[in-house]
């Protein structure tokens, strides 16, 4: 990617449903799709719990939008994300968004965006609805970014031969796995290209190897228990089922 085709990508934040720890490895996520100009943070900052946004907001270049809550219980910020959303895609200025919320009440927003072409990166925890997540382009369980975060920082301190925890990857997984490798039209000894296994399992917003606590699909393959096994030739890297 070029200086000239770098997109432009929005991150909307709603403080009153995410973790300021988690902003750090999100903005790295962004950056794969270009460079994130756009930072807003929505919320009550006259709360207690959304002190420590209000610390990291000139750290981290983010615009504070304060919201009251007008109504016992309730707050705005929904509101104004969205009306901002809509704003930033009639501009025609915005190539992408981040949305970092666990909220199912953005699942019409997302939806709109996409309808427009837009490319939508949800953050949030693993409970949020599913409805939430498959309606994004990609959507992320942003305590497995932070939890990768903190192993690399370990890692860097520990001998170089000492592996990372990572979480059990759970039969569901291994189930789309093999049927996106079957998709990707293995030839008559098994082998298929991991880049198109890949492309294919990443069609499900759902899934990112990122949650699993890796960063690389190939090595959430080789940590699959023997199901698969990789080979490197010819410049490029084949995937096939043994199990």
């Not at 809550?69 to 309730?74: E, L, S, W």
């Not at 903190?150 to 059990?168: C, F, L, N, S, Y």
């Not at 399992?201 to 990112?208: L, T, Y």
Request: one cysteine or more; glycine letters at 8%; proline letters at 4%.
């Amino acid at each position: 990617m070029t200086g000239n085709d770098l997109k432009n990508i929005a991150l909307l934040i709603d403080a009153d449903n995410a973790s300021h720890q988690g902003i750090d490895p999100v903005l790295t996520v962004l950056a794969e799709l270009g460079q994130v100009n756009i930072r807003r943070a929505y919320g009550n900052f006259g709360k207690p719990a959304l002190a420590k946004w209000k610390d990291i907001s000139h750290r981290m270049g983010l615009q504070p939008v304060h919201q009251f809550d007008y109504t016992k219980g309730k707050n705005a910020t929904d509101i104004a994300m969205t009306i901002d959303a809509i704003d930033l895609l009639n501009a025609g200025k915005v190539d992408g968004f981040g949305i970092m919320s666990s909220d199912s009440d953005f699942t019409p927003l997302v939806t709109r965006l996409r309808q427009d072409g837009m490319i939508v990166y949800g953050f949030g925890n693993d409970k949020a609805p599913v409805a939430f997540q498959t309606a994004c382009t990609r959507y992320i369980d942003v305590s497995a970014l932070i939890a990768a975060e903190q192993q690399d920082e370990v890692a860097a301190t520990e001998p170089a031969d000492r592996p990372a925890g990572k979480a059990p990857i759970d039969e569901e997984v291994i189930a789309m796995l093999g049927k996106a490798w079957k998709a990707a039209k293995p030839d008559a000894q098994g082998w298929a290209r991991l880049s198109e296994v890949g492309k294919i399992a990443n069609n499900r917003s759902s899934f990112d190897v990122r949650n699993y606590g890796f960063r690389r699909f190939s090595d959430l393959i080789a940590a699959s228990g023997g199901r698969f096994e990789i080979d490197r030739r010819d410049d490029a890297v084949y995937v096939r089922r043994l199990r």
